[in-house]
């Protein structure tokens, strides 16, 4: 069992705390293209009074994806009935540097990666999340990873939640398999029924819309 019982500074179980409506932190792992447009469907329809405080990690280059936050948080603001706080500091991004960038040589890429997982590190160190919610990005996987880390030694205690492109009908993604496969996410959603039937541990949930 990788997760303590309890969850930290609650005293409850995290499912628990959430049905009691107390605050959980949320840090959402932003993508680029597709990814940001699925990620932002899956934001729009949280409890931004539950929900809070939320954090973004995204790679420093993406300038569309800081874009996409700006919009969901905006709705997310209006939508909240805590206003004691301004919308600027209901949330907060974390820019981590990319593994690889479209061109770069595999040689340079070590250094940069490993540039990018110290990064994570210190990241997922800091934001101390609740729960960590993605789906696809390259990004995620050292993130998930650490999260992953940090709750296997009970230096956290994070659920970790996947949720597979729709793009992904027949087979998963990369991330997915490797978060699959390994065990590392605790809930993995999928939006294909087929895909349940290949991956039996996957929840299917529908198209985001």
């Known amino acids: 069992m990788r997760h303590s019982s309890k969850w930290p500074g609650k005293g409850k179980k995290l499912s628990d705390a959430i049905s009691a409506n107390e605050k959980v932190s949320l840090c959402a792992v932003i993508g680029s293209g597709g990814h940001t447009g699925e990620m932002s469907i899956l934001l ?3 409890n931004s009074d539950l929900f809070f405080p939320r954090h973004y990690i ?3 280059t993406d300038k569309m994806g800081i874009d996409k936050i700006m919009e969901v948080e905006k709705d997310l603001y209006a939508k909240q009935k805590n206003r ?3 919308a600027e500091e209901t949330f907060a991004v974390t820019k981590i540097p990319r593994s690889r960038e479209v061109g770069q040589s595999y040689f340079s890429s070590i250094f940069t990666t490993l540039w990018a997982i110290i990064n994570s590190v210190i990241a997922v160190w800091k ?3 609740d729960i960590v919610l993605c789906n696809g990005p390259g990004t995620c996987i ?11 030694i009970r230096l956290r205690n994070t659920r970790i939640i996947f949720v597979e492109s729709v793009c992904r009908v027949k087979t998963l ?7 699959y496969t390994f065990r590392i996410a605790d809930i993995f959603l999928v939006q294909w029924e087929d895909l349940v039937k290949i991956y039996p541990r996957a929840d299917y949930i529908g198209i985001l819309n």
């Open 127 to 129: 934001i101390k999340p």
């Open 58 to 60: 995204i790679a420093e």
């Open 84 to 86: 004691s706080m301004k």
């Open 142 to 152: 050292p993130i998930c990873l650490i999260a992953y880390f940090f709750d296997l």
């Open 173 to 179: 993604s990369l991330s997915g398999k490797i978060l």
């Open 44 to 46: 729009s329809q949280l």
